[in-house]
């Protein structure tokens, strides 16, 4: 977006299809502070949940990942197929 603003604004005639420069220099302007407010606002809620401790629903009595995800089924064996 840097990039097209400042082409546009210092030779324009290398990007074609453009009817009207100056209109098109302030449409790239406008997405570049799109972009850094949004970049900004990523980051600061990047830096507010850092420290964030991750919580699992562990209501059974291990409180291990694998306890939870795979409680039921883990390392089924049907016996019946005999």
Partial sequence: MLFVYV???SQPFFITGIEN???AQQ???GA???FVATFIISLFFIWKNSG?????????SDK???NIDLK???GAVQTDSY
């Fill in 32 to 34: 570049l502070l799109t």
């Fill in 21 to 23: 420069v100056e209109a």
């Fill in 72 to 74: 039921r089924d883990y």
């Fill in 27 to 29: 449409n790239a302007f």
């Fill in 7 to 9: 082409m546009l604004g």
């Fill in 52 to 60: 964030a401790e991750i919580e699992y629903d562990v209501s059974g």
């Fill in 64 to 66: 291990n990942r694998l």
